[in-house]
């Protein structure tokens, strides 16, 4: 008797390419026209694939920009919030075919399909930092991402994406006008990196993936200019950094002002705030003293009751979202409360396995079995939640201060 052998799914298929070729050009003149973008087609790396595409994460649209630059469909790692859309998720994955990486999906069956479409020829992009920055510089990369490279061994292209942030940053309410570009920066041969060490490749990619907002402007002299420029930037700086209270900041034009005391920032063309001592500081800076004042006040404060907002609540599965409506949050420092006229859900960062924010204006919350989206007000920091719950973890675990572990905390 004969045994029957699985066959092997068809990953790569002529409709990815050519229906993305068909819709680039769209893309393209809106993105030039909008952003000011500057790019190169790449049109010598046609046929000579596959290549694994990094890039630094900037804006939701980082994906169109990277794509519309090669001659090739690129295959996307992409979080499950793409594929629980409904009908908009069958539409994606029939045109793009995204790889999922999830909680719910293991990453076994994530490697076994990159490595499919890889075998089938297909190109992978990814952006290993795995989420949009939110201060201006690009965060940490993922380990796992080297291990992939060397599992992989076909060669890998660095792309910078340069002024994108600065023209909406992930705090911003409205966009702003400015020049903004991207560019290959480097292209890594198998031959090169199979000969070095899992860390110093690491090194390596994380070079020449980082991009500094504020020192790309000085070097450029762009000017990013717009109505409301300082609109959302208390969902960054939320502290009151002369009263150290948390969400009483509220910005107005260029403004971010508080409601407890004279703290001002006025938010500059050239991304920097100037505070009333006619200091200049980046946003980057401002997130540090913002990370550390919240540590200390969360650390210090008697009240176990932080904050109470309005949200709107939606369950999250792996192929689809329901919607609960409209909840009261309560955020405490052990744990958050939603509370609607019939039901009530209390989740203990005990059994929360990892908060994180999603765009500009959500937040999921992970748990054992379950995973929950809260979608805040536009002008309420979705960050609070990530740094509340991880001071509470730390806390617990020990941890007197950040001072000097800052960067270990928020994305």
């Given at each position: ?6 066959k092997?799914?068809k990953?790569?298929?002529?409709r990815h390419?050519?229906?993305?070729r068909l ?5 393209r003149?809106?993105?030039v ?5 500057s ?10 694939g596959p290549?694994?595409v990094?890039a ?9 920009i990277?794509?519309?630059q ?8 992409a ?14 994955k029939f ?10 999906v293991s990453?076994?069956?994530?490697i ?9 020829g ?13 201060s201006?510089?690009t965060v ?11 599992m ?8 910078n ?12 309410i409205?966009?702003k006008?400015?020049?903004?570009e991207t560019?290959?920066?480097k292209?890594?041969?198998?031959e ?6 899992d ?9 020449h993936l ?8 000085e ?11 300082a ?12 009263s ?5 900041t ?23 705030v ?17 990370k550390?004042?919240y540590f200390n006040y969360?650390?210090e ?7 109470e ?10 192929t689809?979202k329901e ?10 420092k ?5 509370i609607?006229s ?6 203990s960062f ?12 959500q ?16 002008y309420s920091?979705?960050y ?12 617990k ?8 572990k ?6």
């Amino acid at each position: 008797m004969e045994l029957s052998m699985k066959k092997t799914p068809k990953e790569v298929r002529l409709r990815h390419q050519v229906l993305t070729r068909l819709i680039v050009p769209f893309v393209r003149i809106y993105i030039v026209i909008k952003y000011k973008l500057s790019f190169k087609k790449y049109k010598a790396l046609n046929k000579k694939g596959p290549f694994i595409v990094l890039a630094n994460h900037t804006v939701n649209i980082d994906p169109m920009i990277m794509g519309m630059q090669f001659p090739f469909h690129l295959y996307y790692i992409a979080t499950e919030q793409v594929f629980n859309l409904g009908f908009l998720s069958k539409v994606i994955k029939f045109i793009v075919n995204p790889i999922k990486k999830s909680k719910s999906v293991s990453d076994m069956e994530t490697i076994r399909k990159t490595k499919r479409i890889v075998q089938q020829g297909g190109s992978i992009g990814i952006f290993p930092e795995g989420n949009t920055s939110y201060s201006g510089q690009t965060v940490q990369i993922m380990p796992a991402t080297v291990k992939l490279i060397k599992m992989l061994k076909i060669p890998v292209i660095i792309m910078n994406i340069k002024g994108m942030y600065l023209s909406y940053p992930r705090w911003a309410i409205y966009k702003k006008k400015g020049k903004t570009e991207t560019f290959i920066k480097k292209i890594i041969l198998p031959e090169t990196y199979l000969e070095m060490s899992d860390e110093d490749l690491f090194y390596e990619i994380e070079e020449h993936l980082y991009v500094d907002a504020y020192a790309d402007q000085e070097t450029s002299g762009h000017l990013y200019k717009g109505k409301h420029i300082a609109h959302g930037l208390e969902k960054l700086i939320f502290m009151d950094l002369v009263s150290n209270k948390p969400f009483v900041t509220y910005s107005k034009g260029d403004k971010l002002k508080s409601h407890d005391s004279d703290f001002e920032l006025t938010y500059l063309p050239t991304c920097k705030v100037i505070d009333k001592d006619n200091q200049l500081h980046t946003l980057v800076e401002m997130e540090r003293l913002v990370k550390i004042a919240y540590f200390n006040y969360y650390k210090e404060t008697k009240e176990s009751l932080l904050l109470e907002e309005e949200v709107q609540l939606v369950k999250s599965f792996a192929t689809h979202k329901e919607k609960l409506g409209k909840y009261t949050l309560k955020l405490f420092k052990e744990k958050l409360s939603l509370i609607s006229s019939d039901h009530t859900l209390d989740f203990s960062f005990d059994e929360v396995i990892n908060i994180v924010m999603q765009g500009k204006y959500q937040v999921i919350i992970y748990l054992p079995n379950e995973t929950y989206m809260m979608r805040l007000d536009d002008y309420s920091s979705i960050y609070k939640y990530v740094l509340t719950y991880q001071y509470y973890k730390y806390i617990k675990d020990g941890g007197i201060s950040i001072d000097d572990k800052h960067f270990n905390f928020g994305i």
